[in-house]
């Protein structure tokens, strides 16, 4: 099956800076693309998708571009604010794999 | 709005007892997911299933069995609970008419301590 990698672990930002998560996968086909957010005390929740490649995904102030050239789906904002803290997973089209989860909190 | 419920928040068994975690959902989804999220392991898929009385085995099915006898609900059961079974559970739901490009609804977790 397919797989995902993200960054991992905690990102620390400070409120205002930019922020970048990484998300690659290996697939054998071309999925469509998620970004899920699970804040503290609930369950995960879609984020952001892509459909296809060179789609945008938008949100909240986050932006995902489906790169199919480097198989890549980053997470970016320009200005993290401090209600951003939660962990966010990649998930590639329903492969029913998610990454690992990268814990966003972000300093006031 | 899609609603996924979860019988239980927190859950406290013992070692060896037979545990059931409940989950419904409202929207007539086809789809229905279980996975265990552990600190640094992400979402791991136990089972899932696509219709009535239909399972899969996902990626660590091992000690856990489901049931899924009407289509709004989707059991998970541990045979008999071990302490490695601590852990959040999570449920989830999508639409169906196939897996791809189907956005997960989820549920709020159940947190198992097994004692």
């Known amino acids: 099956g397919d797989s995902v990698v993200q960054t991992e672990g905690q990102v620390l930002p400070s409120e205002g800076d930019s922020l970048i998560v990484n998300c690659s996968y290996e697939?054998?086909?071309?999925?469509?693309l998620f970004w899920y957010v699970q804040y503290p005390g609930e369950g995960p929740q879609l984020h952001l998708k892509?459909?296809?490649?060179?789609d945008k995904g938008r949100n909240k102030g986050f932006e995902a571009m489906y790169r199919k050239e480097t198989t890549s789906f980053h997470l970016e904002k320009d200005s993290v604010q401090e209600s951003d803290s939660a962990v966010y997973f990649c998930?590639?089209?329903?492969?029913?794999?998610f990454g690992a989860g990268t814990r966003l909190t972000v300093k006031p | 709005d899609v609603k996924v419920t979860q019988s239980s928040r927190y859950l406290v068994k013992r070692t060896g007892e037979k545990v059931f975690l409940e989950c419904v959902q409202d929207?007539?989804?086809?789809?229905m997911f279980w996975y265990r999220q552990d600190p640094g392991l992400g979402l791991r898929l136990i089972y899932f299933?696509?219709?009535?009385?239909?399972?899969e085995k996902g990626d660590i099915p091992e000690g856990y069995s489901v049931s899924r006898e009407k289509k709004e609900r989707f059991s998970l059961i541990l045979e008999s609970a071990s302490t490695n079974q601590t852990s959040m559970y999570l449920c989830?739901?999508?639409?169906?008419?196939?897996?791809?490009?189907?956005?997960?609804?989820f549920g709020p977790g159940t947190r198992l301590t097994v004692l």
């Open positions: 989830a739901s999508s639409l169906g008419v196939g897996l791809a490009t189907d956005t997960q609804y």
């Open positions: 697939t054998t086909q071309y999925p469509s």
């Open positions: 892509a459909m296809k490649a060179n």
């Open positions: 998930a590639p089209d329903n492969d029913m794999r």
């Open positions: 929207m007539d989804h086809e789809n």
């Open positions: 299933s696509y219709d009535v009385k239909m399972k």
